[in-house]
């Protein structure tokens, strides 16, 4: 198992990026080239600890604790800031340069530690719907310019989720639990649980303290949660101060007082997350299953139907595509729609191109606030790989 | 190699005497051979094994390549130093000293958190107020970004510490902490306090066998002798 690139495919992959790079040009995308060595704290603080596992972090003779980026989403975000520290002026960027992760399992050619992103980025644009349909359908076009020919497409939503949750009665911050734990299937599953039994949500909490807790009155809970610890003669230590521990309290108080979630809301979360169909059908499906607990939905349907038709409009066959409610539960920084484009000859397991809207990372990375950011890249050496096993040949 | 079955043991401390102690009492007696004090020996009567002496960590390394075909050392060691630990090596039983858990503890006087799950719940309230992540210090980065990512915990950051991890919550150097305990004494005294689920790993000094080892029908006969005296098989 050799990861070292003969010649040969290192010239092949610098003409198909030289191909990559001509398409995303011509369509307006400016090509940058962030920087390779990006400072540790700030980055991984934004891709977290699973992806930081597999980033190469080191420390360089002044103590500065750097890495290798382990992909290209975040120095562009980065440099997009460097020029308009807002973030908020319109932009198109596209790379082809290498980014750098640890394969646990050992490199392979579908998993090389050191591979070619070719990528484009969307800043700050107004239409998300027909942003989203753009970076697809340029993704797509890039792929076939290579000479990729056959190709599945998977899609997703996180907003749908979002105006699911936004549409069934709760309080917010059980929303805001529920969304976040959404990533993580198991935790996720386990949350909607607790929140419909009210012995769940009562569990292990010091109860003396949380029933004296006035949800209003956040200044007497700091300190009941001082005298608390007082009286049982434990220390304040560390860097949480009482008044961080007495807010999550007051709110473990306020879940008391409030009604669990009723079972047949669960249950329709439950079901709306196991949906999988073909893109054309989705619409009225989840319509049909949202209505039949009173829950209106159409606004995000809507916008989901809108950017299929603009998908379709760009010439790319897109109804038949797979829609997974699941789908992006592993990529965290992703907020609205999703995207893997699948060579036949790799399987799904390899993805050559992946994509989708992320507009919160921008902000994680310096932004005064939420900017909208959708982007997509392809995995050069996959594409490679795939159009020698299929034999296909670059078009002209 | 010479042919012969390498068995690695702690060369020094409190787990190396353990060590000889329970190997004697199955009936192996270590003897040192060459300069006086010499990183190798031999087991009186057995001349197919040759016992290198080396460093508790190394000992799992050893394993982890096959340069060692048995080892003893703690399952906490093996588990952080492989993520593929039942695929490459074997644990042949347990010795019955060098017991430690490999536990997530947070400060005492966080009410608020009892369970993993409100780990990550108070991660996200921390990062607003605080602009970054919750630091875990500890040792085991591996061992503890499996069990955080198995309980849906993301949203933290291991810093590592290579010594007195206890106190790095009170040093302000991390917000909690993963490391190993045997009575729990140390934690309380620096206040903290084991989470409901935060027991990762009940360790003890283990005899592990590397599957990755170059395997003679000779030496896997030894290896069967040997492991039949601890597991009185």
Same mark, same amino acid.
């Given at each position: ?22 398409? %995303? ?6 090509? &940058?080239?962030?920087? =390779? ?8 603080? &934004?891709?977290g600890?699973e ?22 989403? =975040? ?39 050191? %591979? ?40 997703g939503d996180l907003?749908l989720f979002a105006a699911l949750i936004e549409a069934l009665p709760m309080p917010e911050r059980w929303r805001a639990r529920l969304k976040h734990q959404f990533w993580r299937p198991d935790a996720f599953r386990a949350e909607l649980q607790r929140l419909t039994s009210a012995d769940a949500l009562a569990r292990g909490?010091?109860?003396?303290? =949380? ?38 309290? &007051?709110d473990a108080?306020?879940d008391?007082?409030e009604k669990p979630l009723r079972a047949e809301t669960a249950a329709l979360i439950e079901s709306y997350v196991a949906v999988k169909a ?8 989840l319509?049909?299953l949202a209505?039949g607990q009173?829950v ?27 829609f997974s409610a699941e789908f992006g539960r592993n990529l965290e920084?992703y907020?609205? %729609?999703v %995207? ?57 | ?62 394993? /982890? @390549? ?12 093996? /588990?952080? @130093? ?31 958190v009892r369970r993993m799950a409100d780990l990550e719940e108070m991660s996200l309230?921390?990062? !607003?107020?605080?602009? !970054?992540?919750? *630091? ?8 503890? !970004?499996r069990y955080f990512a198995q309980a849906g915990v993301t949203g933290? *950051? ?15 150097? $991390? ?5 190993? @305990?045997?009575?729990? $004494? ?7 306090? #084991?989470l409901d689920d935060g ?5 003890? $000094? ?15 006969? #030894? ?11």
């Amino acid at each position: 198992m050799s990861t070292a690139a003969t010649t040969a495919d290192i010239e092949a992959l610098e003409a198909q990026a030289r191909g990559l790079m001509a398409t %995303f040009t011509r369509a307006g995308y400016e090509r &940058v080239e962030p920087a =390779v060595i990006q400072p540790a704290a700030l980055f991984l603080d &934004v891709i977290g600890e699973e992806l930081r596992a597999r980033t190469y972090v080191f420390t360089d003779p002044d103590g500065a604790e750097l890495c290798l980026r382990p992909d290209l989403t =975040v120095p562009t975000c980065r440099l997009h800031l460097e020029r308009h520290p807002a973030g908020d002026v319109p932009a198109r960027y596209c790379y082809s340069a290498p980014a750098f992760r640890y394969q646990a399992a050992g490199a392979d050619r579908a998993h090389p530690r050191e %591979f070619r992103q070719a990528g484009i980025e969307s800043f700050a644009a107004a239409d998300r719907e027909a942003d989203d349909a753009g970076v697809l359908a340029l993704t797509v076009e890039a792929l076939r310019r290579a000479g990729l020919g056959r190709i599945e497409i998977r899609i997703g939503d996180l907003g749908l989720f979002a105006a699911l949750i936004e549409a069934l009665p709760m309080p917010e911050r059980w929303r805001a639990r529920l969304k976040h734990q959404f990533w993580r299937p198991d935790a996720f599953r386990a949350e909607l649980q607790r929140l419909t039994s009210a012995d769940a949500l009562a569990r292990g909490l010091p109860h003396d303290l =949380v029933g004296r807790l006035d949800p209003a009155d956040p200044a007497g809970a700091e300190a009941a949660v001082l005298g608390h610890l007082d009286k049982t003669g434990c220390e304040l230590i560390g860097t949480r101060t009482a008044a961080e521990i007495a807010l999550r309290l &007051v709110d473990a108080a306020a879940d008391l007082r409030e009604k669990p979630l009723r079972a047949e809301t669960a249950a329709l979360i439950e079901s709306y997350v196991a949906v999988k169909a073909p893109a054309r059908e989705t619409r009225d499906g989840l319509a049909r299953l949202a209505r039949g607990q009173g829950v209106d939905l159409s606004a995000g349907l809507d916008a989901f139907q809108r950017r299929l038709d603009r998908i379709e409009a760009a010439g790319i066959g897109i109804a038949g595509a797979e829609f997974s409610a699941e789908f992006g539960r592993n990529l965290e920084y992703y907020t609205g %729609f999703v %995207f893997e484009v699948i060579a036949p000859a790799l399987g799904p397991r390899s993805p050559v191109a992946g994509g989708g809207r992320y507009d919160g990372l921008l902000a994680e990375v310096g932004a005064p606030g939420p900017v909208p950011a959708v982007g997509a890249s392809i995995h050069t050496e996959r594409l490679l790989a795939a159009l020698q096993d299929a034999g296909q040949e670059a078009a002209p | 190699m010479n042919g012969k079955l390498v068995l690695a043991l702690p060369s020094k401390g409190r787990l190396m005497e353990q060590c000889t102690a329970a190997l004697a009492a199955a009936g192996l007696g270590i003897v040192r051979t060459g300069p006086a004090r010499g990183y190798k020996g031999e087991i009186e009567g057995w001349p197919g094994v040759e016992v290198n002496f080396v460093s508790s960590s190394e000992i799992a390394q050893l394993l /982890r @390549t096959g340069a060692a075909h048995l080892g003893v050392t703690g399952e906490d060691l093996v /588990r952080e @130093t492989m993520a593929d630990a039942d695929e490459r090596v074997r644990f042949l039983g347990g010795l019955g000293f060098g017991q430690a858990d490999v536990v997530v503890a947070v400060p005492a006087c966080w009410l608020d958190v009892r369970r993993m799950a409100d780990l990550e719940e108070m991660s996200l309230l921390f990062r !607003r107020l605080h602009g !970054r992540r919750v *630091r875990v210090a500890t040792k085991y980065m591996n061992l503890t !970004r499996r069990y955080f990512a198995q309980a849906g915990v993301t949203g933290y *950051r291991i810093v590592e510490s290579l010594g007195a991890t206890e106190g790095a919550p009170a040093a302000g150097l $991390a917000e909690l902490i993963v490391d190993i @305990t045997t009575t729990g $004494a140390t934690l309380t005294a620096n206040g903290l306090r #084991i989470l409901d689920d935060g027991v990762i790993l009940e360790s003890q $000094a283990n005899l592990v066998a590397s599957r990755v080892a170059p395997w003679s029908p000779e030496l896997a006969a #030894i290896e069967a002798q040997i492991s039949a005296r601890f597991t009185g098989a």
